[in-house]
């Protein structure tokens, strides 16, 4: 789960990391206010869960305050990677004398801590380990092994810190580590590390990405407003709405709405849809023994759903019945409709019983399923993809 830039450098400052002074801003008035009380120049940064801002437009640097209004006024119009920027990390403009890269992760193929730096920052990271691994240098850690301040130093020679700012990096360097031990941290990046004019270090950005699955052991991070949230992005107004309902889903980039059974018989549907030639618009769990009540939940998130052209159902039936899949949709027909073109299918565990309850309910109300296909094991589930893809060019 990633942070912003501003969540991270908040926690960093816990831990003796020198940051820049700046405020966050959500309008362009306060961006000028902000500006006004550090001084000129400022740099204005978008705040998205993704990266490539500089090189989408979403990082300016401005030393004339008139400008800034207009100019954060820019930034809040612009998308980066499709994601609206919300809000400006405004901060005084550091007088970079040199870019460092200080970083730590996990290595999972060996389960160990790496810490890694580099004389070369401000780029990524892979780049210059591609291209000149000789300038990537590592400490190796067991995961339960502790950090130590000589080997923070002698990181800081090996990267070609001057020796007056040794002690400085060793520092910021057990600090880092010392918060992505606190914090469960999956990645805990300082690229740029800046060593400025006046010969300060500071930590010019931040990116942190945290193990969620620890998230109950910081109650903190809630009280910041920081929850369990995708790598990239918020979460969809969908993916919102199904979290409420506990509904485990994912909006996708493609047109096929996925409602499947359990999540392995949903990821074997959206690899038959991409096989043949669709591309799946979510990936969707109904979960165990589901009620008819959430899997009529299910299908209004699918159908709600404007990027949605055709829907694809398939459930096979073992702990969960086929009766009550069929239940549920029939319940979702009544009560909500169905706006999109639907074609399904049930096998297994009571799938004769789910298709006599959509023949009846079909000829009860036959208005209900003029966009509804079913069908049951006398289908092949490839058929049954193939016809969704098919659906949803029909609809294009």
């Known amino acids: 789960m990633r942070l912003y830039e501003y969540e991270a450098k908040k926690l960093f400052g816990k831990y003796g990391i020198p940051l820049p002074i700046g405020g966050l801003a959500k309008s362009a008035k306060e961006a000028e206010k902000i500006s006004g009380e550090i001084g000129m120049p400022v740099v204005l940064k978008s705040q998205v869960l ?47 004398k040199k870019e460092l890269y200080l970083g730590i992760t996990i ?20 780049t ?11 400490v190796e850690l067991e995961i339960d092994d502790p950090f130590y301040s000589f080997q923070a130093i002698r990181l800081a020679g090996e990267i070609g810190l001057p020796s007056e700012k040794v002690r400085d990096f060793a520092k910021i360097a057990l600090g880092l580590f010392e918060f992505f ?25 931040a ?14 991070l809630k009280d910041m407003g920081i929850e369990k ?14 979290r409420e309902w506990g509904i485990p889903y994912l909006d996708l980039d493609g047109d096929i709405g996925m409602f499947p059974g359990g999540a392995g018989f949903g990821i074997m549907g959206n690899d038959f849809i991409r096989y043949f030639g669709g591309q799946p618009a979510n990936f969707m769990d109904s ?16 159908d709600e759903n404007p990027q949605v052209k055709a829907i694809f159902g398939a459930r096979f039936g073992g702990i969960s019945r086929c009766d009550d899949f069929a239940k549920g949709v029939v319940k979702f ?48 589930i490839e058929e049954i993809a193939k016809r969704a893809v098919e659906l949803a060019r029909e609809a294009g």
């Open 287 to 302: 979960g165990g023994g589901p009620t008819p009540e959430r899997l009529s939940r299910m299908l209004v998130l699918l």
């Open 229 to 242: 949230r995708h790598e990239e992005g918020e979460l969809t107004p969908r993916e919102t709405q199904a």
């Open 181 to 205: 031990k606190s914090y469960d941290a999956k990645l805990a990046e300082i690229n740029p590390l800046v060593l400025t004019g006046s010969g300060d270090l500071i930590a010019a950005d």
């Open 107 to 126: 290595n999972r193929a060996e389960y160990k801590i790496t810490i890694i730096a580099s004389d070369s920052g401000g780029v990524d990271i892979e």
């Open 207 to 220: 990116r942190v990405s945290l193990d969620d699955d620890a998230l109950f052991r910081h109650a903190d």
């Open 333 to 380: 027909l009544r009560e909500h409709g169905l706006s999109k073109p639907m074609v399904m299918r049930m096998t297994g565990n009571m799938w004769q019983e789910g298709v006599r309850i959509f023949e009846e309910a079909r000829k009860e109300s036959p208005e209900l399923f003029e966009k509804i296909e079913f069908h049951g094991i006398e289908k092949p």
């Open 128 to 138: 210059v380990a591609a291209e000149h691994p000789e300038k990537i240098h590592r």
């Open 50 to 96: 993704t990266g490539g801002r500089g090189k989408a437009g979403g990082i300016k640097i401005e030393d004339r305050a008139e400008a800034i209004p207009g100019l954060a006024e820019e930034l809040f119009k612009l998308k980066i990677k499709g994601f609206p920027v919300q809000t400006l990390l405004v901060e005084k403009a550091l007088e970079i």
